[in-house]
């Protein structure tokens, strides 16, 4: 059952109007977390903006889920909560201080964010290229634009396996969406807590090569999805 609702938000100014999908509220995770504190208006407008858009590009990638057999799991983070987007920026802040760089306006850094909308579409292993490729021609058809594609498994070096899309919706709101398999996803969690400690300043190198090695090492032991190396890296300006 998919419909329009309006939950309950403490961000007054802006009321989330989300979809319900099998019990599932669309965003439900920012309902009461949708205030980036300590940031200048024009931040937070943005992020009201994509919290405006987020239900109707929802209905679209349910739309496309259901035509191509495959599921949006996860949907009630399709929404990037205040405090996530937050700690992004004091990442991003304390990263340019650290390199000797001005850091940028918050509002500039939520600009640039592409998942303050993002969705997880959850395919058969073997089945990844073809349904990235499926789901490329459907957004396409529905009016949307690529602009990139993010194929972990070409990074023979990196840590993550998965397919990122980029995407423009035809309202001009960016998103992501990361395509899993169970197999992909289950060694997403198994990995998450390793790499949230691998991405803090205060991890030794010495300890972050291990972890990387830990990490890495899980999803090399999972098969290669079919044709997945034939689909290639592609990058577009917006």
Request: with cysteine; proline share 3%.
């Amino acid at each position: 059952m998919k419909e329009l609702i309006y939950s309950k938000t403490n961000n007054l100014s802006m009321p989330l109007c989300n979809i319900v999908d099998k019990g599932v509220v669309s965003g439900s995770a920012a309902a009461q977390d949708n205030v980036i504190a300590g940031c200048q208006p024009r931040a937070q407008m943005i992020y009201n903006m994509a919290i405006a858009k987020e239900p109707y590009i929802t209905k679209d990638m349910l739309d496309i889920a259901n035509k191509l057999d495959t599921t949006m799991v996860g949907l009630e983070y399709s929404i990037k909560t205040a405090s996530s987007i937050k700690k992004k920026i004091e990442r991003l802040t304390n990263a340019a201080l650290l390199s000797g760089e001005a850091p940028k306006q918050d509002y500039a850094y939520v600009a640039e964010l592409g998942d303050l909308i993002r969705y997880t579409e959850l395919v058969q292993h073997d089945e990844m290229t073809d349904k990235v490729l499926k789901t490329v021609l459907l957004l396409e058809e529905k009016g949307y634009i690529l602009y990139e594609i993010d194929n972990k498994y070409l990074n023979h070096k990196g840590r993550y396996k998965s397919v990122h899309l980029n995407v423009l919706s035809p309202s001009g709101q960016t998103f992501e969406i990361q395509i899993h398999s169970r197999e992909t996803l289950k060694a997403y969690h198994v990995t998450h807590k390793l790499y949230e400690e691998w991405r803090k300043p205060e991890t030794s190198i010495a300890r972050k090569a291990v972890l990387h090695a830990i990490i890495r090492n899980t999803y090399d032991k999972l098969p290669l999805p079919t044709g997945i190396y034939q689909l290639k890296n592609y990058k577009r300006a917006i």
